[in-house]
């Protein structure tokens, strides 16, 4: 009978220390998956911006030689490198939003933190970028007059 008592009193004490119930298992699986597609989603999208980076880099390379062989040193790269500028531009936002799926699945302050810093760095180069192609431009034609009446 005192044995009883005790191990009844053990066991609720144990009960007050047990862990707190669990989520059930439907939500836990489905926020999983949800977090794996996400993940597979940014890794695909980091890829397709390495591969545009990569595509840019030997399109501007096979230019540059075609463009030293017709002109030699004189000739005009500027044509490409606003092309190469365009394929950063575009490699860059995709990796924002690939960081930008990343972190939606797993926010932690620290994940935010990177994110916004990340995010900050990649607009910047950009802006430079689009800025440096726009300063390299020729000015646009003047409009025609108008027809006389």
């Known amino acids: 009978m005192v044995q009883s008592k005790i191990s009844r009193a053990r066991r609720r004490s144990l009960a007050f220390y047990r862990e707190p119930a669990l989520e059930p298992p439907s939500a836990t699986i489905m926020e999983e998956a949800i977090q794996h597609v996400a993940l597979q989603v940014a890794s695909v999208i980091d890829a397709l ?4 980076v990569a595509a840019a880099s ?24 606003w092309r190469l500028g365009n394929w950063i531009g575009l490699a860059l936002e995709l990796l924002i939003g690939s960081d930008v799926v990343r972190t939606a699945v797993s926010p932690s302050w620290t994940d935010l933190g990177q994110l916004g810093a990340i995010v900050v760095l990649r607009v910047v180069i950009n802006y430079t970028l ?3 192609m726009r300063e390299g431009l020729p000015p646009p034609p003047s409009p025609p007059p108008p027809p006389a009446p």
């Open 49 to 52: 911006a390495t591969l545009i």
């Open 58 to 81: 030997v399109e501007v390379v096979v230019r540059s030689a075609i463009a030293f062989s017709r002109s030699g040193l004189a000739a005009n790269l500027q044509p490409i490198r």
């Open 130 to 132: 689009v800025r440096d």
